[in-house]
């Protein structure tokens, strides 16, 4: 048969069921698929519930229309969020088009291009736009662009310089200012609106508070504090609007461009520049938009503008809208029709077969969302199992206390993980992640193999922390929290009544000038009121104090004799560290790494298996910031590294699938993905549904005013004009707020909604009424519905005694100091006295014989053990699982090496490859003037290197495919942790590009001057090096690594190889442990 195109009007030629019969798949679609697949030409939107095959659906919908001939594949183009589902959809679309061509039934053969579609994230696509046509709107289509270390580091700059009377009137630090800003920055870029009118807005508001002013002495307390924060919030937005609009000049200035930017300039592009719109709608006939619920108001905008009227079809599911607090809208599905010309009265198609969930699991999913539906004004069906689905257990466990809630789900999770469940997978899902170390204890404490996802679980780790906590102590003089858990950690061991006494020491230096002497009272009343952080009592500058005072001031005598002498050890220890802060951020952290004993105290401690690597990994993010900025200061990156914390709590990268592993993240985390065992923890009130009362972020610094959400029509309005006195405003504002809330319970019904629809087979529902608080915490609303309606049989015991928390009546009697070993202090001390107890002199007439005996077993084993490296350069990783034993005996007895000529002549080019990638800046004619008058003999300081050669090597290179390329990176070093041993990667050069599809992606060149590989085996295993690089870059620069390429240029020969396949860095880790095995 030979493909032929056909009029998208004319009849089809085959069904989706005889496509399905030719593609020979196992399950023909059901009449809800065929229905969607077999869609009329025109717009359409899909509701499509949790697990009710959408990609299956998509997918199949362009192998008909391809089959059919309406469409060829390169005029589809299909836009989701990750570039995981990106890659799931283009490789499922490939394949089958690749066998529809090979019968007749697509055009083109199997390797032709016309067989790929364009599949890609929804900003991949306008950086496509972007880079296209940038220059109709006067702007660079080379900017480079930034991730958000440099974007925090140049919004920190801004504020910085833009410290004047109307920002310092904001009394916030650096950087509260700084997250404000971009928190402000990108708002304006998704809601597409204008910073003038944004803060003209606030500028009237602040009119009217004043006006209400006159009432504001006769008000009562809770007006008051309303008209306090809304005053506060009206000064800050013109304030925040100023710097944004600052800091939007700045990265234009520079040429720099951030994600939300590329968005906002494509849709300028297309809404002035009609003929790229025509480009666009001509080049795509077809276009599919996966998890359209969670698309921000200007990615709608922007999609709308190109392609109102043409076959769009929208997937997505309202009850999955979790994402509002970025831009999206549970709303906007329902607008679907009258943003792309669809008639009113079309009905959306519907996917409503779950082929993940157990039925009771459904039950429950249908329980939770029931009020949402009723009140949706887009159709949603209710969750039916698949035909063969099992019951599905759902376990309700309630516990007294958290302590008893985390102990049950460890042992739930160790019964399904145990004997035979390695290759299960399972997720502890959290609203918050508050409380996920106590349940990361309890899974430790049985054994139980877990992992807290992402940038939070490594913040967590004890060692980690008290190393924040350190770089905290010396770079803020109020981290008083900080420094009292170093205080009272295993180091200094300060006791709880030696910190009240320094405590009072604060206070009674906050009560004295420098000469110690007693200030006037009005100057200590004005201290006392004070609001400003500056002013208020510091523990740091009390211990600073106490280092280097005399023993004979009064105040020391609330302190014990040891605890002073413990203090004045730390104050002095602290003033050491802090007289280095000078150092390069990263030497400085390791110095106070070192300092502080944490590499000894990790290494010691037989639990922290999970914190060997923790340090190492905290490098990484410090890498990344630190090549971000030119000027990386020890407090812009404490400042960043909260706030990418809080980034990635509302915005997660998700996480790889790991089995047998317990893997710990929120839910929005888990958002897309599947676990055969499932549980959710603290379903009590005010956690799972959240605090209503905290439902108010409307005037949170830094956020957009309801007025200018792209979705306002939807949203509540605050009728604050019409007030006349304080008393009215916070009538209005309670009005107001209770809308808000009725918002916030819709969002946490989706919430759970999303949790309990990520299992396959297994789930549990856990609470307890005791923690730390002073009532119990009744069960969660969603709990009670799933008993009233018959959907758990277990029922929740009553709390014991409803007055006294049971966690409160404990008290604790240990001994302080307390003992750093604990329980181990019997062993340890055994074990140090029997060590202790052997001298060098112990001879026996035994000891001749027993050498010789040893020696004989080695030399016949011919097998030299030692244990694994903590620390590997990544070229050697191949030498490792290529010849251990070889690697062994080298290390046993370590020989010099000569310095080869040709390891010198590598060098000096490398160094001239780095420096002309330094001028890559100059026109060609300009640069290879430069490179002209380079001085030889100064690069071949190394010793003696034949220039003949090295002027070979150069004319080669200069010659070549990246003679006049310009590299975004060169000798970048990276370290990452892979198997428990960190790897140093230091990548001689890296390109970046954007493909067809309108993907970054990223080149990694590594520069040889030796031979290239003689035989297939030496070239698979320098492949090992590229493979390391790949995944080292990825995770610096946060980006999937399948964006990542990696070829070596052997110079000398000008030959590029680019392997086809690299290691994977599962594949990596098992050659590793199979080598050390």
Known sequence: MTWQRRDMDEPMVLSALEVAKILGLEHPPTPEQIAIIESPRSPALVVAGAGS?????????????????????????????????????????????????????????????????????????????????????????????????????????????TLDGDVGALDKKLNDITAGLLDMSRALNDNVADPSLVGAWGESMHEKLRDLSDTYAVARAEPKKTFDASLAYAQSLPVLVRLATEYDRAKRARGLIEFSDQVRYALEICETTPSVVGDLREQFKVVLLDEYQDTSVVQTRLLTTIFRGTPVMAVGDPHQSIYGWRGASATNMAAFDADFGVPASTVPFSLSISWRNPRNVLDAANR???????????PVATLRAREGAPTGPIELLYSETMADETVAVAQWFAQRLGSGGSERTAALLFRASRNMSAFRDALENLGVPCHVVGLGGLLDEPVIVDLICTLRVLHDATADSELVRLLSGPRWMIAPRDVVGLHRVSRWLGQHNHKRQLLDENVRDALRSSVTSEDSESLIDALDFIATASADYEVFAHISDDGLQRLREAGSFISRLRRHATFDLRDLVTYVYEEMLLDIETAANPHSSGARGAFDAFLEPLTTFVSSTDRPTLGSFLGWLREAERREKLSPIPPRIEKGVVQLMTIHAAKGLEWDYVAVPRLVTNELPGDRSRADTWRKFGSLPYPFRGDVSDLPEWTWKSATTVEELHSTWESFREEVRRRFDAEERRLVYVAVTRTQCDLLLTGSYWNTQKSPRQPSVFVQELIDAHIVEDTIPAVENEDTNPLGDTVLRVPWPRDPFGERRARVTAAADAVSSVGTNHGSSWDRDIDLLLRERAERLGDIRIPAPHRIAASKFKDFISTPAEIAAGMVRPMPEQPYRATLLGTVFHEWVERRAGLAHLTPGDLLEALDNDDDSELGREGPVDALQLRALQDTFVASEWGLRKPIDVEREIHIVLAGVTVVCKIDAVFQHVDDQGEVRFDIVDWKTGRPPQDDDDYQLKQTQLALYRIAYARWAGVDPDCVDAAFYFVADDMVLRPDQLMTEAELISRWKSAMA
């Open 53 to 161: 095959g959408k990609t299956e659906t998509m997918a199949a919908r362009v192998v008909w229309l391809v089959a059919n001939g309406y469409v060829a594949p390169h005029e589809v183009l299909g836009l989701t969020f990750t570039r995981k589902a990106a890659g799931q959809l283009a490789a499922r679309i490939r394949d089958r088009i690749t066998m529809l061509a090979s019968r007749g039934y697509a055009p083109g053969g199997v390797d032709d291009d016309l067989n790929i579609a364009t599949v890609s994230t929804y900003n991949a696509f306008a950086n496509r736009i972007y880079g296209h046509y940038a220059i109709h709107i006067g702007l660079d289509p080379d900017a480079t662009i930034i991730g958000d270390a440099a974007a925090w580091q140049l919004a920190r700059d801004v504020a910085r310089t």
């Open 368 to 378: 939770f969302v029931a009020p949402l539906s009723e009140a949706s004004p887009v």
